[in-house]
């Protein structure tokens, strides 16, 4: 599949790579992730060098990754470490390694060419990590093209009609929306004024009248959503709303799948685990919706070949359509470099 590899992409949650292997597909590549004795992350091409058994049906040994087939052992970085019944090793007998970084909660990786890596790079996702913030986090895997998730995100006048139980109402679609190139990332912009609090809104700020309400979002490609959110009651100063941010890290698993790493932080009420349980479940089914619609706009694209993702398009559509163009100059971009060059 075509996609931007020299890039850092969320793998994991740090805390899902323990003491054994996790497989997961990242850019339609099988890789395994893991923990050497010392603790720290890699990645691996998750197939065997020798007869292409996928690692991820061996297991860890003494630090190395051992085949399920003929007991082949390999080296954090892909080197095989030894042979069964031999004394030599074929030069051949190595198993691609991929950079990974671990920060902020996440394991990061490096799908392209590994001397590009820098960790220093690494996207920003303090958030998960800032004691100012409560966040609570969940993943999602979502059977669809990671840019409908993309577009889904930067279009939240669908809150309207798809989440009136948790997040939308009226004033989201009929609310003006903004969208622009800023500092090379899209910014879509809609304020809501004097209008009814959502279910979540109730729920979660304690506001009963009506609020003013905005969204800011964020699109850094290939995906990588952050959404500003505040609210206070209407007709008062910003210094009155509750802020949060949604942090939406979507990697894409095949062409027509992802995986969707997701947060939720505010500034409010920390240590509130009630809260925070609430949050958490609303956010669960908000997404669980997404999920729903998305999967079946991807079953109808898949369908059809001559579909294009916007047959039609009207004034919401600026944001991802936005995001679409800014993509694909990326990856426009990624064209005209020869491979081993990066």
Known sequence: ???????????????????????????????????????????????????????????????????????????????????????????????AAFPVAERHGFIWIWMGESAAADPASVPDAEWFANPAWET???????AADYRLLVDNLLD??????????????????DSPVTAQLVDGRVKVHRFMSNCPPPPFYKQTTGFTTNIDRWHTTFYEPPGIVVIENGSMPAGTDIAAAKQRRILNFITPETATSSHYFWGVARQ???????????????????FDQD??????????????????????????????ILGRRLLESKLAESRLVPAGSA
Request: proline share 5%; aromatic share 6%.
């Open 136 to 142: 609570v986090a969940g993943y999602h895997y979502i």
């Open 268 to 286: 409010w009420e920390l240590g509130n685990t009630a809260l925070s349980d609430g949050i958490r479940a609303d956010v669960i089914k908000t």
């Open 156 to 173: 939240l006048s669908h809150e309207t009609f798809v989440h009136q139980d948790t997040i939308g109402n009226g004033a989201v679609a």
């Open 291 to 320: 999920k729903v619609l998305l999967e079946a706009q991807q079953r109808v694209l898949d369908s059809d070949p001559s579909l294009q993702a916007f047959p039609v398009t009207i004034k919401i559509d600026a944001g991802p």
């Open 1 to 95: 599949m075509e996609a931007l590899r020299n890039c850092w992409q969320v793998a994991a949650y740090a805390g899902e790579v323990g003491d054994g292997i996790l497989a997961r597909t990242f850019l339609g590549e099988a890789v395994i992730l893991f923990r050497d004795p010392a603790g720290v992350a890699h990645a691996l091409l998750d197939r065997c060098a020798h007869r292409c058994l996928p690692l991820s049906r061996g297991k860890l040994a003494g630090g190395l990754v051992q085949c399920g087939y003929h007991g082949m052992r390999f080296h954090p970085d892909g080197t095989c470490a030894g042979v069964p019944g031999q004394d030599t090793i074929p030069a051949r007998a190595t198993v």
